[in-house]
């Protein structure tokens, strides 16, 4: 969308209407938002769409409404508010063009768990590939070239690996049941965990998760039982500690995703009082 086309409106919150799946509100954002807004006011417009029709569930039947693309939490933080407007930014677009937008968005402003990243690449993918098929009047398949090229545009578009892309097509393909005990055993974060349940057939997906969420739980028995001596002298001067910090800010950069998560496994796992040792 060509920035000479932007342009700012102020509609009420009370018109916008809230449609389709979306990803669950988070408290925190929320009040993160409510915070900013009262200290500088609302900096990013939400953006929204003009149907012509609109069957809305508690409205009944609406010839012409607006409906929300991108900005749920802003919308929500600013009814916390009491505020009874809101700047938009109306979507010159279709539905799928509209989701798209919604989707790349969501990637990057929302801290998502891998599950839910994943998820969101994955539909973008389909919507691609169902958008060219149409295009061409040709039939939309689950697989061949047609999901190449939405996985090759992914990688284009959203600015991601075209390794990442495929990774969330796999992963998307996880049951529905799965990815419930997947996000029920804490391993909805998990890129490795999710791609080793990925990799079983259906039927076994669930039992997988409980498998890999059994073996972490040892892992994480095993290092509580483990015995770390203090240090003779410990280190405390402040230019040491600066030192330190910066090794392991160094550390952490260089870490990939699934080292990173498993190092957070282990600063889940029951921390001893070292003192004792």
Known sequence: MRGKDIIVESH?????????????????????LARSIEAIGLRSPIWIRYVDFLNHPEEGELHGAFVLVAGRHRM?????LGRETIDCIVFQGDEV??????????LH???????????????WIRLTDGAEKLAQHAPVSLGGRGKEGGIN?????????????????????ISEQ????AISAHLDNNQS????????????????????AA?????????????????????????????????????????GPEARQRFRDQLDAPIMDRRHA
Do not use: C, H, Y
């Open 12 to 32: 009420r919150l009370a018109d916008i209407f809230i449609v389709g799946e979306r990803r669950p509100l988070v408290e925190a954002d929320i009040d993160a």
């Open 76 to 80: 929500e933080a600013m009814k916390r």
């Open 97 to 106: 063009a509209a989701r798209k937008w919604e989707i790349a968005e969501n």
């Open 109 to 123: 402003r929302s801290d998502l768990t891998d599950l839910q990243r994943k998820e969101q690449i994955a539909e």
């Open 153 to 173: 545009a992914a990688a284009r578009d959203l600015g991601i690996e075209r390794t990442e892309a495929q990774r969330a097509v796999k992963v998307a393909s």
């Open 178 to 181: 799965a990815k419930q005990a």
């Open 193 to 212: 965990a999710l791609l080793k349940i990925a990799a079983s057939q259906p039927a076994e997906q669930v039992e997988k998760v409980r498998q890999l």
């Open 215 to 255: 073996e972490r739980d040892a892992r994480r028995a095993s290092r509580s039982t483990v015995t770390v001596p203090l240090a003779a002298d410990p280190i405390s001067d402040e230019d040491a500690v600066e030192k330190q910090l910066a090794k392991l800010n160094a550390a952490w950069n260089a870490a």
